[in-house]
């Protein structure tokens, strides 16, 4: 049964701009910089969606998670504001414990963004996002076992002026976004950009009057490019960023229809976020094509609560949870770019030191939890005062460096290769306490314990690319993907705390990019295999969720994606996503009378990964006319997902998402003078 999002926000907003005409009869070049030096993404031997900063901002996506929808076989999960996770071609790892790593990669400006209480705060004012499908070892200063999603923010562009959009919408939709570039001497220019959004919630709690899903929230980014001399320039970024939002586990009841405006849950929960990051890159031009690149990052979260209420039985306050956290993360990387006629390479080195805290409490009152998890009687649920509080401060320091190159040579007139390497060591001391509170139902091994640990390992990617004609590009790669082994904040029975062992496998893909009919159809598609080895899946246990290395896993599948320039006013553009997933073996610890010990093991061997829809695509229409006030554009985009479970139990129940339409429609003005924009999207 097919349902419709409840996404369907009008908004409108109003741009002063300058920009130039979008359609053209040969459709234009796609610029990426995935491999480190610019070039063509038809060049490039590797399976990448590239969205451009304009087909962004006409989508109306304000963060991270509105790209899932443009891109097929990439998913994402998101409890709210400061819990984002992604699977890639479906693998995906929902670690919001400060010990384990997501298994796909956001970069911003080639800085990881390291957990997913990060994920959203920089996706603002972007050139461009790069979308990288596969094992990245070999290209970023960071190991992602999946793939990687790469934002480019907009740097000083002293002809784009300033802009000023507005937005508002029904749902109390109002944003405001200001952007200016200028020149303070002849070597220093400067980019100023701000946003402010405002949405009320999409839901409102019958329980308590209270909205859900509501957006609040502002950035100020400062960008200073300054040319010391002929060969060095700097850039510097300093960005803050806040967020305040309600949010909750949003429970319809009996009506799982993603169009209900209501929601059964007891009370909504809130999300602060107060974020600083600044980034320095300095480049200098060695001659001889040689270039070198240094990057320092520093980014601070200084204060994150994520308060709610879960599990609601008749309006009872069943259970409480809240997370504030301290978050620094710094890393800096060296690379030296390399060029010549027949070769273009770079090798890195690269650091990361991060410390991370985070102090989970939930509170519930212990005879109404009790009757639920233990009696399986919803009806015997009082609604009691709160009694209990389990807490559980968790402090990680996180040390890594790496070693990694890349070398695409010229084998032929039209065979290319394309060889890299990486060398990753991974270093992890983590000190969990859960305090002792009579019964400890949600997590029964109380105590305090330490633990660290260290991993390392060597990948490595081989990709071959062939020119079969003039604009037809095959390829076949092979990558190793590795992703670091971590603790959470949990323990076992003995006292220790639970750890996982690294996640390894191996990628296998082939492809062909291709444009046809003077470059006005552009067709790439691709076939891919991956042989997983000791999966980091998520496991419930009592009502506590845990990373283990439980499953192995067989993956493949095909994608499609293409664009036809259909006239000098049509552009008519798809991409497809087919995926075959299977867990070969894997044995899940289960606690089956809800007392949060595990007392059973489940074979989930057969069973689909999680995050993993068979089916993804879109589909749209670009239509422009010229008029005696401007260029009038229309625009149509339809989107479909599968049904997907959540986890590798493969539930029926709440843990899985229904199949999904999605209708987006934009209607905008651009001004004969081309300053100004007016766009309604829907």
Do not use: C
């Not at 130039?20 to 610019?38: G, I, N, W």
């Not at 819990?83 to 990669?105: I, K, L």
């Not at 260029?631 to 999904?660: C, P």
């Amino acid at each position: 049964m097919t349902k419709f999002t409840k996404g369907a926000l009008l908004g409108v907003s109003v741009i002063a701009l300058s920009a130039s005409s979008v359609f053209a009869q040969a459709l234009d070049e796609v610029v990426v910089t995935a491999q480190k030096r610019t070039q063509s993404v038809q060049d490039v031997p590797i399976s990448i969606n590239a969205l451009s900063g304009d087909a962004i901002d006409r989508a109306g996506v304000t963060d991270v998670n509105g790209i899932v929808d443009l891109v097929p076989g990439l998913n994402s999960r998101s409890d709210g504001p400061t819990q984002t996770v992604f699977a890639m071609r479906g693998v995906g790892t929902n670690a919001f414990g400060v010990g384990v790593d997501g298994s796909v990669g956001v970069f911003v400006d080639d800085v990881y963004i390291g957990h997913p209480v990060l994920v959203n705060t920089s996706f603002f004012d972007v050139e461009r996002v790069e979308v990288v499908k596969g094992p990245q070892g070999t290209l970023f200063g960071r190991n992602t076992s999946a793939g990687a999603i790469s934002a480019v923010s907009k740097g000083v562009d002293l002809d784009d002026g300033t802009r000023i959009t507005l937005g508002g919408g029904n749902e109390g939709q109002q944003s405001l976004q200001f952007t200016t570039n200028q020149a303070v001497s002849d070597k220093l220019g400067i980019r100023l950009a701000a946003r402010v959004q405002e949405r009320d919630g999409t839901y409102t709690n019958t329980t308590t009057g209270h909205e859900l899903n509501n957006v609040d929230n502002q950035i100020i980014r400062l960008v200073a490019d300054y040319e010391m001399s002929d060969e060095t320039s700097v850039n510097l970024v300093l960005e803050n960023y806040l967020d305040s939002s309600y949010w909750g586990m949003i429970d319809t009841g009996d009506n799982r229809s993603f169009e209900a405006d209501s929601v059964t849950q007891a009370a909504r929960g809130n999300s602060e976020i107060d974020s600083t990051r600044m980034a320095l890159k300095l480049t200098h031009d060695l001659g001889d094509n040689k270039t070198l690149v240094w990057n320092v990052n520093q980014l601070d979260i200084t204060s994150v609560t994520t308060p709610g209420d879960f599990f609601p039985f008749g309006g009872a306050n069943l259970l409480v949870f809240s997370e504030p956290g301290d978050f620094e993360f710094f890393s800096t990387e060296l690379r030296l770019n390399g060029s010549s006629d027949s070769m273009d390479w770079f090798v890195g080195a690269s650091y990361r030191d991060d410390t991370l805290f985070n102090n989970s409490t939930l509170s519930y009152n212990i005879g109404d939890l009790a009757a639920i998890l233990i009696d399986g009687d919803p009806d015997a649920v009082q609604g009691n005062a709160i009694d209990t509080n389990e807490t559980s401060p968790t402090t990680a320091e996180v040390k890594s460096y790496a070693i990694y190159g890349d070398v695409s040579f010229n084998v032929s007139d039209r065979l290319s290769a394309t060889l890299g390497a990486r060398y990753s060591n991974d270093e992890k001391d983590i000190t969990v306490q859960v305090d002792e509170v009579g019964a400890n139902v949600l997590k029964p091994n109380f105590g305090s314990a330490t633990a660290s640990d260290d991993w390392s390992e060597t990948t490595g990617r081989l990709a071959l690319n062939y020119d079969l004609d003039d604009g037809v590009m095959a390829y076949a790669s092979f990558a190793q993907g590795y992703k670091a082994g971590g603790f959470n904040s949990s323990l076992n029975d003995d006292g220790s705390v639970l750890a996982v062992e690294p996640e390894t496998h191996d990628a296998f893909e082939l492809g062909v990019k291709s444009e046809w009919m003077d470059r006005r159809l552009r067709l790439n598609a691709a076939y891919f295999s991956s042989e997983y080895e000791g999966t980091q899946i998520e496991v419930q246990q009592g009502t506590a969720f845990v990373i283990r290395n439980i499953a192995d896993a067989d993956i493949s599948g095909f994608e499609l994606d293409g664009i036809y320039a259909a006239s000098e006013n049509l552009n008519i553009q798809f991409a497809v996503s087919s995926l075959d997933t299977e867990i070969t073996s894997g044995i899940l610890p289960t606690d089956t009378d809800g007392d949060g010990a595990v007392d059973t093991q489940v074979n989930v061997a057969g069973n689909e990964m999680p995050f993993a829809p068979e089916l993804s695509y879109t589909l749209g229409l670009d239509y422009s006319q010229a008029t005696s006030m401007g260029e009038l554009g229309f625009g149509i985009a339809v989107s479909h997902t599968d049904k997907q479970y959540h986890t590798a139990y493969n539930d029926d129940g709440f843990a899985f998402s229904e199949e999904n339409d999605l209708i987006d429609l934009r209607v905008d003005l651009t001004s004969l003078n081309e300053s100004w924009r007016v766009s309604l999207l829907g």
